[in-house]
């Protein structure tokens, strides 16, 4: 039980006195719990948050660009297919959001998707990594991050669903944390007397829940070195990546980034940057986001000419494990970034239930955060339509009908590839599974030659 004394002193230092109005009137099971929390939480750290770095101290990082990918293609597919084979890697799946802005309270992995067999996106992403495990003939370790607000449901629905064919455990589930949201004079919010309003801590509570769930621990003790992280609602993004894989091996990175060239300096993505220590001792990789740069700072140059923000990240990384264990026994952990938001929050005084609308900071961990960490980072240049297929919004750009048509043009690609004839309308759409093949030399690889031609929907399962 929290000490009461100590509490309201922490309380008092940090100016959150407030939270402890009307406890006593509690029931003492919510009273106890609410005071293990307060007293959970690391107040200094709620006072402060990430910065960018000064624009004179932003260069651009080391890519390796699509002619280097071309150039040493084979020795990095060689050593990551030998890694795989070797047991060497997991995939790292965060599916902490819900698909509100789809229009459901459901977990986003549960929204039904693909056009012909209406598979949803954890069935999509789940095949991916049987499809690869049945490749390699070994069960590849398939890491799912959640919520508190997914987590039971993602738990069900994988149930519901058998795990969708992959082996007993070989999904591995583990919640990410939450923080506590603030007022813009940096007070922690309530959304009812007794419980404070917190938000999810972002994709990089991953770290934090990935040691504090043991899963860290186990991949460690198993030999896993690499990890392959994506997102869930990137349909396109590929687990089943040797080349990717290899490069982490063969540079002995601590942290590889896939990025895509911007399309225009004012698209908002996260920019993949190098910057120069404050002391000037040497320089490190960083991704900043977009709201966290001017027009002027996106369209700055290096001495050779080259944009500085030229690289944008799709949040696609590969993981060195021992980066991760290093940074776990430093006691590493990832800042607070803070974002300006409207909140809906309780107030004091008034009837519980009741909730008002106020302006405040919603406190998140970015993954990516872990790079200026990095002794080995690299960014890795890949084709923005082979690899990103977001599905955020309901219509328009990165909505389900968007991520479709860029999954469709793929498989077209790949039967052009194969020597068979695609002549469509336009409202015609190919959806191949990921269990016959979740890559294009996959794919090219198990072609039997079963049609010539292709002139309406198609579907082709494993």
Not at 205 to 221: D, E, M, P, Y
Not at 382 to 392: L, Y
Request: aromatic fraction near 8%; charge should be neutral.
């Amino acid at each position: 039980m929290a000490d009461a004394f100590a509490l309201a002193e922490t309380l008092a230092k940090f100016d959150q006195s407030h939270l402890l109005t009307g406890v006593a009137d509690l029931a003492q099971a919510e009273r106890e719990a609410y005071l293990a929390r307060l007293a959970a939480i690391d107040w200094e750290e709620q006072r402060h948050h990430s910065t960018p770095p000064p624009m004179g101290a932003v260069g651009p990082s080391r890519v390796v660009d699509f002619a280097e990918r071309a150039r040493r293609e084979a020795e990095f597919t060689r050593v990551g297919e030998a890694a795989y084979r070797a047991g060497a890697v997991a995939v790292l799946m965060v599916a902490g959001g819900q698909g509100t802005r789809l229009g459901s309270s459901a977990p986003k992995g549960c929204f039904a998707l693909a056009p012909h067999s209406g598979k949803s996106i954890y069935q999509l992403q789940a095949e991916k990594v049987l499809s690869l495990s049945r490749r390699i003939g070994r069960a590849v370790p398939f890491l799912v991050m959640t919520s508190p607000m997914t987590d039971a449901e993602t738990r069900e629905f994988f149930a519901a669903h058998n795990d969708f064919g992959l082996a007993p455990g070989q999904a591995r589930f583990f919640s990410q944390g939450t923080v506590p949201s603030l007022d813009q004079q940096g007070r922690a919010l309530l959304a009812r007397p007794g419980k404070l309003l917190e938000n999810p801590d972002g994709h990089g509570g991953c770290f934090t829940a990935l040691v504090k769930s043991g899963n860290l621990a186990a991949l460690r003790q198993q030999g896993v070195r690499q990890i392959v992280y994506i997102q869930v609602d990137n349909i396109l993004a590929p687990v089943d990546d040797a080349l990717l894989v290899g490069l982490a091996e063969v540079e002995s990175a601590d942290a590889i980034t896939k990025v895509l060239e911007k399309a225009h300096p004012d698209e908002k993505v996260g920019h993949l940057v190098k910057v120069a220590a404050a002391d000037g001792a040497g320089s490190h990789d960083v991704i900043i986001e977009y709201t966290e740069v001017t027009p002027e700072q996106t369209r700055s140059k290096s001495a050779t000419g080259e944009l500085n923000y030229r690289w944008g990240s799709p949040a696609m990384h590969c993981w060195s494990v021992a980066f991760l264990g290093r940074l776990t026994d430093q006691g590493y952990r990832i800042p607070l970034h803070r974002t300006a938001k409207p909140l809906k929050a309780w107030s004091p005084g008034t009837p519980p239930g009741t909730v008002s609308e106020i302006k405040g900071w919603k406190n998140e961990r970015f993954i990516f955060d872990l790079i200026p960490e990095a002794k080995v980072s690299l960014g890795l240049a890949i084709d923005r339509d082979a690899e990103f297929a977001p599905v955020k919004n309901k219509d328009g750009t990165d909505s389900p009908a968007s991520a479709n048509d860029l999954a469709h043009r793929q498989y077209v690609a790949w039967l052009t590839a194969a020597g068979v004839k695609v002549d469509l309308p336009a409202n015609a759409r190919i959806e191949i599974s990921p269990l016959f093949a979740a890559t294009k030399a996959q794919f090219l690889a198990r072609w039997d030659h079963r049609i010539s031609a292709v002139s309406g929907d198609y579907y082709l399962e494993g």
